[in-house]
């Protein structure tokens, strides 16, 4: 019994530490490649904008901006979506219709990426386009919608993300409602709970995995390319505008990485990879973090 | 079978006022708090109660005993629609609290629940501070107050589940960082806080050390005074101990209802003595 636990870990511990390998070499293999571009600009590539191969100078700003800015968009309107769906799945919908809804998530969550991306520029990007054209001058104004009526930008690649991570948000968040025992909701039903009242409390209880699942879906949408490339205009400016194309880290990569001429132009591509990868573990940190500290607060020796 | 059950309100109608030594148990035994009439309850197709017909009187504690299985959990949750949230759940029959029938159309379940509390076997404290526990359900009734009148109630009621002494320095604290036994009083503090006037306990000790065990016991005496309170229990001593009336249950149906110490002395069943004596597998 002994001996096959201690196998366990063992074997258990063997494939973490081969995880743990992947990341680091992924991680070190990343900065080799880049070296170049690394010692040319130093922080100055977080910081700056301007991208021109032909003079050679590199920087990354515009990307991290448009992936950060377009991810956090996607998750503004991904989460309120995907938690209102699987609320509904999971405490509200009959149940003949549940088992159809489940499936249509599942399925969306499976389209590839490129059919997202044709989807975007047939559908989606015509229709922001209007939306835009009939946008009131007075709005048009601000800084936040700003520039000519174009369809591609950053209103479209938010839009196109956020129906990209919605199926997983929900499906994540959907499993973890599902984990919260029938004692919280009856606890609030006897003490003069309504239906809303109770999966309240059971929304509260299940906080640490739906904040899971929303940063689950921030990382997707941080990495996602083909789609996001499809709509977003790549265009490199840091704006604030909605309207305005942008660009993104994993699109630029995969635009231009084919045709990278020169030693220094790959470098800086392959370090804006680096940046990404950087950034993904950051916030994957971050949620973790997150999510052990409110572990954390929850157990206690009787949560056992 | 059915020929055997007893009709306890028969026999409780006409207590004989000298034969318990509990105070003014005769006066209480005349008024009915909770009147059930042929109840009978079902899972989809399957019959879990059958027939149950049972006065339960004020301020006095009512306990439920018999075999696993065979339907008191159940029937305690009728008395307050908890078995409403089960798919498929259905009631036959009536069920009156202070005369009104809580099964009728139209009925305000919600208003129905607050005031018929509810204690559940194992604790399910919300993963909140001891404080936002006792408040909830304040709160979602509307019941909150003032800053102050929330502080005062939520100490009331913390000093009624006889808590108040262990947790007023901690009250901040999460709620799942207590003991067992601190929990399930917490789940009682929170149930008497929005001042509910019957209270459902379904093996409010089975999970807990007998030092704990002993408190909610002594818990459920000292509330008894100002409640209505029904209590599951497994534990024969238990029944004994802290009820004055004792209803045996076997398969889903009410065998004998009577006072506590005739069941556990002269019981008029077969059954039920030997249920009580331990005879029963
Ligand atoms: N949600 C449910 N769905 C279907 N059947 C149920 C459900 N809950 C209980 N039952 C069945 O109803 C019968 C009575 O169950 P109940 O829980 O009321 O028994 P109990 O007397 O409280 O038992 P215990 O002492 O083990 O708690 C049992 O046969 C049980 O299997
Ligand atoms: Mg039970």
Redesign the pocket.
């Known amino acids: 019994m002994r001996s096959r636990d201690i196998g366990f870990r063992l074997s258990t511990g063997a494939f973490a530490f081969v995880l743990a390998s992947i990341v680091v070499a992924i991680g070190f293999e990343l900065s080799r490649q880049s070296m170049l571009s690394i010692q040319k600009f130093g922080f100055d590539f977080w910081r700056t904008s301007t991208w021109d191969p032909v003079a050679g100078q590199f920087g990354a700003l515009p990307f991290i901006w448009g992936t950060l800015y377009s991810s956090i968009l996607a998750l503004l309107i991904a989460t309120p979506v995907a938690i209102g769906i699987a609320v509904f799945i999971s405490e509200l919908c009959p149940r003949i219709l549940r088992t159809p809804l489940v499936f249509l998530t599942e399925l969306l969550a499976a389209i590839p990426s490129i059919v997202y991306g044709l989807w975007g520029i047939f559908v989606l990007v015509p229709a922001v386009r209007s939306l835009e054209i009939a946008l009131p001058d007075s709005l048009r104004a601000l800084p936040l919608f700003s520039g000519p009526p174009l369809g591609v930008g950053m209103l479209s690649a938010a839009l196109i993300l956020a129906v990209m991570v919605v199926p997983f948000t929900s499906t994540v968040a959907r499993e973890v409602l599902r984990t919260v025992p029938l004692a919280q909701r009856e606890a609030a039903y006897a003490l003069g709970a309504t239906q809303f009242e109770a999966i309240r409390a059971a929304i509260f209880y299940a906080r640490t995995g739906i904040v899971g699942a929303v940063m689950l879906g921030f990382g997707r949408a941080l990495g996602e390319t083909m789609a996001v490339t499809m709509v977003i205009g790549n265009n490199p400016q840091v704006s604030a505008s909605l309207f305005a194309p942008q660009y993104t880290m994993a699109a630029v990569i995969a635009n231009e990485f084919t045709e990278a001429a020169d030693e220094l132009y790959l470098a800086a591509l392959v370090e804006i990879g680096l940046v990404l990868f950087i950034i993904t573990l950051v916030v994957n940190g971050l949620s973790r973090g997150l999510i052990w500290t409110m572990a954390g607060r929850k157990s206690g020796r009787a949560a056992a | 079978m059915t020929g055997q059950i007893a009709n306890p309100s028969i026999r409780l109608k006409a207590p004989t006022p000298t034969a318990r030594p509990t105070e003014g148990a005769a006066n209480r035994e005349r008024d009915v708090k909770i009147d059930v009439e042929h109840l009978s309850f079902f ?2 197709a ?1 019959r ?2 059958e027939d149950i017909s049972v006065k339960i009187h004020p301020n006095v504690v009512t306990a ?1 005993i ?12 009728t008395l307050n629609r908890m ?1 409403d949230i ?1 798919p ?2 259905r009631v036959e029959g009536t069920a009156r609290i202070d005369g009104n029938d809580i099964y009728a159309p139209g009925v305000d379940v919600v208003g129905l629940r607050r005031r018929v509390g509810m204690v559940f ?1 194992k604790s399910n404290p919300f993963p909140k501070s001891i404080f936002e526990n006792v408040a909830y359900g304040l709160r979602i009734n509307g019941m909150a107050g003032s800053k102050a009148e929330l502080a005062g109630r939520v100490e009331e009621s913390l000093r009624q589940a006889a808590l108040w002494d262990e947790v007023k320095d901690r009250l901040q604290e999460s709620a799942l960082a207590m003991s067992g036994g601190q929990q399930q009083r917490l789940c009682i503090a929170r149930a008497l806080a929005v001042r509910p006037d019957i209270l459902l306990m ?2 409010p000790a089975s999970a807990l050390d007998p030092i704990a065990t002993q408190r909610i016991e002594e818990l459920v005496y000292d509330l008894k005074k100002a409640y209505t309170i029904v209590i ?1 229990t ?1 534990n024969m001593q238990q029944a004994a101990r802290v009820s004055d009336h004792t209803a045996f ?1 076997w398969l ?1 149906r009410l065998i004998e209802y009577d006072r506590t110490d005739k069941i556990f002395t002269a019981p008029a069943e077969k059954l039920t003595e030997d249920y009580v004596t331990g005879r029963f597998g």
């Open positions: 899972y989809g399957k879990a109660l439920f018999g075999p696993s299985g065979c339907g008191k959990s159940t029937f305690l949750r078995n089960i498929g759940a076997q379904d093996e599951v497994h249950f889903g």
